[in-house]
């Protein structure tokens, strides 16, 4: 994807916007400030469903962040729409199941710009709703390695561009 000196504007999504996308949002966030980026990226999260519009972020994924120094403060859990298409370059889901219903309310995906985080790693597979699962540490660490290969490939993508 050629983006030349444009930001790069990741969106991450899951169920509900409280514990897999925020937890990815400011994992890429952090990696990028890290890698003194922050002025190249915009990152943000949102849900598929409506169950927790308006919610925090969940306190087991708010704990996981601040072992590693990482704050959450602010975020409050949002919906997809379908104007969201043209706003980001990559919208990303957690499962395959937020994927299906991405392209449902995004009205398809004709610019090839929704994937799963994981895909871009060399382990492709679903993040577990540690909503469900409870196991935080779990999602932290393929969160993380999917927003490593996220980052690795969209560096590549712009190395390659030029």
Request: with cysteine; net charge negative.
């Amino acid at each position: 994807m050629k983006r030349g000196q444009d930001v790069i504007r990741i969106l991450m999504v899951c169920l509900g916007n409280i514990c897999r996308s925020p937890m990815a949002e400011f994992i890429m966030k952090d990696m990028i400030e890290k890698e003194h980026l922050g002025n190249r990226f915009y990152v943000a999260s949102a849900a598929t469903s409506t169950e927790e519009i308006g919610n925090p972020v969940h306190p087991g994924t708010r704990k996981k962040l601040r072992d590693y120094g990482i704050s959450t403060d602010g975020k409050y859990a949002v919906q997809l729409s379908r104007k969201d298409y043209d706003k980001y370059d990559y919208l990303i889901g957690m499962e395959q199941r937020n994927v299906t219903n991405m392209l449902r309310i995004l009205g398809g995906d004709l610019d090839g710009k929704v994937r799963r985080l994981l895909d871009f790693s060399s382990d492709p597979r679903d993040i577990a709703d540690p909503w469900y699962t409870g196991n935080f540490d779990r999602t932290y660490d393929d969160v993380y390695e999917g927003c490593k290969a996220l980052l690795t490939y969209i560096l590549e993508q712009e190395t390659e561009a030029r």
